[in-house]
């Protein structure tokens, strides 16, 4: 079940610049789409989310794009800090089922001094 | 910042033995999840609760699971006779409301280890 894909395992961005990290979906149902941060030995923290009917959402130094007809979404981070190192995941949730997110595999960003 | 606490962080068991997770999910909250994550896999969706009754639940949720709400404050996932497979990080999460555009908040998991 790849429904929600992050295709990136891994990326290294400099302090100050930008983070753009990528998630694409298959399931046309997919309504609103979140994305979580994780540090190891933590819970996902919810980060940003966008619902369908937008194509972008900002909330500080966190933007989230959504291309509906791509099926993409990404998430930029800027100016990148330290701090921001973590694994980040793509979830989503579909119409008929608004209990369960769909997460993809995550991308395990290094925010490099 | 209110938050989700869960109890133990890790809890080692041997195959075929019961074991309870626990979680306090947000005070104000009215929905409740479980998800779990197998080491290097994807974070999978187990089963939502409201209202004192699973509103959804995965295939993944056959009958050796159970959740229960005992009290006010506690959200239990039981499983009955554990498996080497069922070897992962639970989360237990909670949502204001059922809505898409509500937020689950997770908490920081119970590692559980089945020898």
Redesign the interface.
Known sequence: DQQVKQNSPSLSVQEGRISILNCDYTNSMF??F?W?KKYP??????LI?I?SIKDKNEDGRFTVFLNKSAKHLSLHIVPSQPGDSAVY?C?A?D?G??????????TRLQVTL | EPEVTQTPSHQVTQMGQEVILRCVPISNHLYFYWYRQILGQKVEFLVSFYNNEISEKSEIFDDQFSVERPDGSNFTLKIRSTKLEDSAMYFCASSGTGASNSPLHFGNGTRLTVT
Do not use: V
């Open positions: 309504d609103y979140l979580y030995a933590e819970g996902p923290t919810f989310s619902s995941f979830a949730r119409t089922t608004a209990s369960k997110l769909t997460f993809g595999t995550g």
